[in-house]
């Protein structure tokens, strides 16, 4: 069992920031050698990658299309997943979702296929 908490999210005007964050737990959840991340998908749209954390070494992957604005990371002490959103667009509108799973090589957020474990989800609505 894995569970997969998100929160954050909210109404936010173009250029303003937000900080989503991801509570993992479960008796199935391991720290070790997951790989963490985020996808969105706006109404009509199909899923898209946004940014991953590969906790066996810290390395992370951005999508392009958030590239430099923003930022993923991991508080170890409590499992908990972060995504610090700057500088957003009316194009970032979107419901965000946390995933996870276990030895992904490379981890990143190019196939979502790849993640079984994925949480309700926190919608993002930029104006």
């Known amino acids: 069992h894995v569970q997969l908490v998100e929160s954050g999210g909210g109404s936010v005007q173009t250029g303003g920031s937000l900080r989503l964050s991801c509570v993992a737990s479960?008796?199935?959840?391991?720290?070790?050698?997951?790989?963490m991340g985020w996808f969105r998908q706006a109404p009509g749209k199909e899923r898209e990658g946004v940014a991953s954390f590969s906790t066996a070494d810290g390395a992370t992957y951005d999508a392009d299309s958030v590239l430099g604005r923003f930022t993923i990371s991991q508080d170890k002490s409590d499992h908990t997943l972060y995504l610090q959103m700057n500088s957003l667009k009316p194009e970032d509108t979107a419901m965000y979702f946390c995933?996870?799973?276990?030895?992904?090589?490379?981890?990143?957020?190019?196939?979502?296929?790849?993640?079984?474990?994925w949480g309700q989800g926190t919608q993002v609505t930029v104006s």
């Open positions: 995933v996870v799973d276990w030895e992904l090589p490379p981890c990143t957020v190019e196939e979502d296929t790849e993640f079984g474990y």
């Open positions: 479960g008796s199935a959840y391991s720290a070790h050698s997951a790989c």
